[in-house]
Structures are given as C-alpha cells and as structure tokens.
C-alpha cells in the first residue's frame, strides 16, 4: 500500500465525519441512506422538517417521504441511480411529512464511495422550498406595491402641476367679470357659482400637492410659539361663507385663558378648516357644528362634532387611510378625493399630537378631536396697554352675549374681558340655548335680531328653565323699542332693554349691581 493510499480515509471514517457535519447542519435536513434505500442515519434538521424522530425512521425504505405518484414512476430508486451515475443530483421535488402534508424541497444527493469506488451510502441533503418562495413572491409583491406606490406620487404631483395651470386664466377671467358692472342677477350667480366651484378646486390641488410632499418627506414646517385661540379663531371666520351656505348652526366655544403650543399657524389653521369644511359637508343643510377648545392637563384639545351623517363601525379604522372617503352608505354622493383626513392626520403628527374620530354609526353624526402638546413655558409677550382709568370689578361675572353680527359680539367681547369678565359667544338662538345648559351665565346680552329663533324666542325657552329665573337678561336691538316691544319685554322676561351703541359705562355699571349682590 503506498503512502496515498495509507492517507486516505476510509469509508467509516468518511461516514463518521459526515455524521459530525450532519449534526451541526441544524437547518438542512442532512441523512444517509444505504444503497438500497434505506435510512441509516437522521440528524436533528431531518427530525424538525420531517416530523420524524430517528428511531422511527432508521432502517426504513426513503421512499416514504416521496408522494404516492412518485413512489409508482420509481422516482426514489431514479434518484439515487441518477446520483451514482452523474456524481450529484440537484433537484426540485415534493416531499411528504410524518403528518402527510406535502412541501416542496430542494434535494442534493451525493453517493459516498468506498475504496473500491462502490457506493455503500448516499447523503441526502434537503431544505424547505416553501417558506422561502413565500418569501420571494411576499418581496416581490412589496416591490410591486413600492412601484406602484412611485407611479402614484409621481402622477399626484403631475396632476396637481397640470391642474394649476388652467386655474390662473378662469381666476383672471373671473376677476375681469367682477370689474364689469352688471344688474343682471344671472350673470352675478354664475360668477357666483365659478368663484365656489375654482375655490374648491384650488383647495383640491393644494391637498394634493401637500399629500405628495408628505409622502415623499419634503413638507416642512414653520413651527412658532403659537396661541391656539388665535388660530381656532382664524380658521373659523375661514369657513363662515360656507357654513352660511349650507345654512348650519355654526358655534365656536373657546377658552378665556390663553393656551400656547408650538406649531406652524397657517398648518394647523389649513388642519382645523379642513376639520370644519367636512363637518359642514357631510352634515345635512341646518344641522348643528360645535367647535370647543380646551385644556386636559399638559394637552390642548380641539373638539369638531356635527350632527351629519356619522360614519359606519365598520370604516372608522380606516377613516385616516389615504383616498378613503366616508360617504357610500346613506344613497347619495358627498364627492372629494378622501385625501383631506389623511393629509390633516399627518399635519398633526408632525406638530407631535393626535387626530382621532369617533361616531355612533351612521346618522349618529361624528367628532374628531386634535389633541396637541401645550408649550409648558411660553414666552408670553409683555403687555404694555393699560385701561385708561379702568378698574377690576367688584367680582368677575360669566356673560354670554348672543349676536350673529361677528364684528358686534367680538368687540364687545373683547372691551368686557379687558374689565375682567369671562365672557361667551354664541352666534344664533339654538347655540345660545345650548351654551347656556352647559355654563349658566350670571347675565345675557341678547340681540333681539337674531335669524331663524329670535331674541325673545330664546329670552322665553330660558325663563322656563328653573335655574334661570336669577338671571340677568339685556335685550339689544337696533331700533326704538315701541310700546308694543316693551310689552313684549315684559311677557318674555327681559330685565333691561338697549338699543345699540350701549354705552359701556352702562353696561359695567350693571354689572357691578350684579356681582355686589351675588352670594
């Protein structure tokens, strides 16, 4: 025997070496089976995909793992005399499990020869084919989806480029119709009608516009020292005309203390709108929109509810997703793209806060709620106005003034929060009516030329509440009050009658009465 020969290794060992390699290779199911089949060695990665343990499987014929069509065309036999003759096989084939599920498996068989270059053992190596084209038809699938994703937001930012560019001449064209004096009323409804309809459209591409930058991560914000109010304000006097449209009973409640958060105003102002415009439209015309502000601990909150349409169990999960439009159950269209919710619930985000809706169902109405940080120390800007004269009250009293005239109700208002009252504002009779069953005011000032429900409609339905008697009500009206208007005074319980301008001296005086005497 030469010294080659005396070097090589024998069967055993070759087998003995194999079964150490076996043992290591957890994840392929790696095992010997004799020249005539049957097994002879099983390591722990066979047990695992087989479902076999070796003393059930050693000593059995290999060809139980093959599927019973395959057993009858001879294909185990054909592997192995296919391997013997070739030096390897590397195949695809469908394997059976203990259970007798089947799986598709990759196969290596690879005959051991002995010194006499017989084949005493086969090594049969295999791996599971099934979760790994899963995973190859799963990331292709993500692939196709990216892809698609692109080709969307490519053709969003397209669309709103090419549908800015007819808006400008039909601007201008509407613009040079309302430098022409006309009576006819035809041809001032159609301007009418194309200055809303051009509105809305802008309104529609400046969403698409900000959804596509948002997705591909170049919308920035210009975030500041913020005052929520203001900005609640804003965005209210915004949507007005169309809440005035549609006819809705449109309230806005608003805390006397300021609340601060950092923001960027003009987004969180476009957040708001957004919040209102879908309250109004998907709210039948002359229902009710409610709009609170308020603060929970270290949160500002903004509340928006509406009696509209609701929104179904069903789709409340969904009702962020992009292109996801709430209407489809209650027989009539509400249009839109269903980007509107999508982009404000990303604005929000991006201040850091939260945007959630609620509903009862469908005709039910909804709420949706913002929910943002509060700056804990703002750099409150210092005050150098003073009253002129002015002194505090004898005790601060809670004044609601009910007037639709928002000019009218705003600056006084603000004239009597400078003398230290807390005051409210309610723009119609049902609002007021409302506002005063949550918050019992010390004193009305009720204009008397109210649409729809007059002042002394709801002069009368408060005097019928039990807590209500004790309350001080000023009628405010824009006319002489005739005999007939002081008698009217008297059956619906007005204490005091002002025609406008009042005089502020007037109402502050009466206000002192009513504080010294409150308990």
Not at 337 to 353: F, K, T
Not at 399 to 408: F, G, P
Request: with cysteine; charged share 25%.
């Amino acid at each position: 025997m030469t010294s080659e020969e005396s070097a090589r290794p024998t069967s055993r060992e070759c087998e003995q070496r194999f079964d150490l390699l076996a043992s290591d290779a957890k994840e392929y199911a790696v095992f010997l089976v004799g020249p005539t089949g049957h097994v002879i060695c099983w390591n722990v990665g066979s047990e695992r995909l087989f479902g076999y343990a070796s003393h059930e499987v050693i000593g059995q014929h290999f060809s139980r793992f093959f599927t019973p069509e395959d057993i009858l065309t001879g294909q185990p036999e054909h592997e192995l005399a296919a391997a013997l003759a070739s030096g390897r096989v590397d195949s695809r084939c469908w394997q059976v499990r203990k259970d007798g599920t089947k799986f598709l498996a990759q196969a290596v068989v690879t005959p051991l020869l002995d010194e006499t270059k017989q084949a005493r053992t086969f090594a049969r190596v295999m791996h599971d084919l099934t979760e790994s084209d899963a995973l190859l038809a799963q990331r292709k699938r993500a692939d196709g989806l990216a892809e698609a994703n692109r080709n969307k937001e490519e053709f969003m930012a397209l669309l709103s480029h090419e549908l800015r560019g007819p808006l400008s001449p039909i601007l201008n064209a509407l613009s040079i119709l309302r430098q022409m004096k006309t009576t006819d009323p035809i041809i001032e409804q159609a301007g009418n009608i194309i200055d809303r309809q051009v509105g809305q459209m802008v309104r529609l591409v400046d969403d698409l516009l900000d959804i596509t930058r948002i997705t591909k991560g170049k919308l920035r914000l210009t975030k500041e020292q913020v005052e929520l109010r203001v900005v609640v304000n804003h965005a209210a006097e915004a949507v007005r005309p169309f809440m005035n449209a549609r006819k809705h009973e449109f309230s806005v409640s608003l805390p006397t203390q300021p609340i601060w958060v950092e923001a960027d105003p003009a987004r969180m102002e476009q957040v708001i709108v957004n919040l209102l415009n879908n309250a109004a439209k998907y709210t039948e015309t002359g229902g009710l929109i409610r709009m609170a502000v308020c603060q929970n601990n270290d949160e500002a909150i903004v509340h928006v509810r509406d009696n509209g349409i609701g929104i179904a169990p069903e789709m409340l999960p969904h009702i962020f997703e992009l292109f996801t439009q709430v209407d489809g159950s209650l027989g009539r269209s509400y249009g839109g793209l269903g980007i509107g919710l999508a982009l404000a619930r990303n604005l929000v985000e991006m201040h850091e806060g939260r945007l959630q809706a609620s509903s009862a169902g469908l005709g039910s109405g909804c709420e949706f709620t913002i929910k943002l940080p509060i700056l804990t120390q703002p750099v409150v800007p210092k005050v150098t106005t003073v009253l002129v004269d002015g002194k505090p009250p004898h005790r601060s009293l809670n004044v609601l003034i009910v007037e639709d005239n928002i000019d009218a109700a705003d600056s006084m208002s603000l004239l009597l929060r400078l003398h230290g009252h807390d005051v409210h504002i309610a723009r119609t009779g049902p609002t007021a009516l409302e506002m005063a069953s949550h918050s019992r005011p010390d004193v009305i000032l009720l204009d008397i030329g109210l649409p729809g429900m007059d002042g002394y409609q709801v002069a009368k339905l408060l005097r019928e509440r039990p807590n209500f008697k004790d309350v001080v009500m000023c009628a405010l009206t824009g006319f002489t009050p005739s005999v007939a208007d002081r008698q009217r005074q008297d059956e619906t319980g007005f204490n005091h009658y002002y025609v406008k301008p009042v005089e502020l001296a007037k109402l502050l005086d009466l206000f002192e009465t009513i504080g010294a005497r409150l308990p």
